[in-house]
């Protein structure tokens, strides 16, 4: 099952992990979000933001596409060159992620056998 985190929750565990008050770490997490994103924002036409032992963040030009198709009507369209994020996991993250999943017994459930008469 998919889990959401927010960014209360990556203040809640920063904060635990620096040993400091809740409401000191969201000022700092949403300061270093903010900053991420207008970094991002103002990127010209491209930027490469590197946190190691993390990873790298990029804002990259895409190609024109002078033929495209839309899948809907068939209609052929022009798509203009626009501005995408992409991430890259770092190494320390990759080897993490890398890990085996734990494997689980298969879940079986079995009916009650009915009693003859």
Known sequence: MKMTITKKDVAKRTA????????LTEKVVDGVFT???EFMEEANPEIRIEIRDFGVFEVKTTKPKPKA???KTGEIIYVPARRKTHFKAGKL???VLKQPLPVTAPTTTTAPLEASE
Not at 16 to 23: D, M, N, R, S, T
């Open 16 to 23: 635990k992990l620096v040993g400091e008050k809740i409401y």
């Open 69 to 71: 198709r839309n899948p």
């Open 35 to 37: 900053a991420l994103r």
């Open 93 to 95: 993250l990759k080897e």
